[in-house]
């Protein structure tokens, strides 16, 4: 027998790789496709499996806890006192004699009355610190040691509410005055301003007035002039009230 044209001898000696059959390239695609196929199916089953072990108690209804109450209820029966065999028999009360109280109601009616009135009994001295003996008979002294409190002072009426204004409209002004021209000034030829604070009262005149900043030349001249101007009355809320202003007087010489 020849072995010339065998595969298997024309190797190495106790090789036997030419001697295995392998598959067709069909046979091994569809071998990978199952592996493929089986390897998902494994992955979501196990998916679910865990999904079902986390949802399931989160949407399960849990057990209701009983609370026993361990706390003892408080008896509610009263105990009754155990009887002693020698107790004290109790004497019955005795009424009290109301026959020398002039204002007690008599045991019976009079046959005659005795126009003169009785003589009201003395009065024990309280102590220290009470209240003065009643001023008529049959009043009933009141015991009040307790310090009583003072009397509310009375409040003073509240003056008249203040408000700042930087700017008031010329048609508040209903009177003014206007500043007279220093002459050394007028003979220098020389213009300038003064600013002035001032408090209007309620009534509309110039309650205070302070000089804020300007020419000392006429600062005299604004204070006299600023004086005399009368302002229309503000009114707030149906309220009366003073107001806190700027007053800015311009001297300025005319050609």
């Known amino acids: 027998m020849s072995f010339e044209g065998d595969p298997c001898l024309q190797n190495e000696f106790g090789t036997l790789q030419g001697c295995f059959v392998e598959g067709s390239a069909e046979q091994r695609a569809r071998e990978r496709r199952i592996r493929r196929r089986a390897l998902v199916i494994s992955i979501a089953a196990q998916t679910a499996i865990v999904a079902a072990m986390i949802l399931v108690p989160l949407f399960g209804k849990p057990e209701r806890l009983t609370y026993a109450s361990v706390l003892p209820l408080p008896p509610y029966a009263r105990p009754r006192a155990p009887q002693q065999p020698n107790a004290p028999v109790r004497q019955p009360t005795q009424r009290p004699n109301f026959s020398n109280n002039p204002y007690a109601a008599p045991p019976r009616i009079p046959t005659h009355l005795d126009p003169t009135p009785p003589n009201p009994p003395a009065e024990p001295a309280g102590p220290a610190g009470l209240l003065p003996a009643p001023p008529c008979v049959g009043c009933i002294p009141i015991e009040d040691a307790r310090v009583q409190p003072q009397p509310p002072a009375p409040q003073k009426p509240e003056g008249p509410r203040r408000i700042l204004v930087t700017h ?55 204070e006299a002039a600023v004086r005399q101007w009368r302002y229309r009355p503000t009114v707030l809320n149906g309220r009366p009230v003073e107001i806190d202003t700027f007053i800015t007087v311009t001297y300025n010489l005319m050609q």
Not at 179 to 201: M, S, T, W
Request: proline share 9%.
């Open 168 to 222: 008031l409209e010329p048609a508040m002004l209903i009177y003014r005055v206007e500043p007279v021209y220093p002459p050394l000034a007028k003979q220098i030829r020389r213009g300038g301003r003064v600013e002035l604070r001032a408090v209007i009262a309620t009534d509309g005149t110039i309650q205070s007035l302070q000089v804020v900043s300007g020419d000392p030349i006429f600062l005299q001249s604004a």
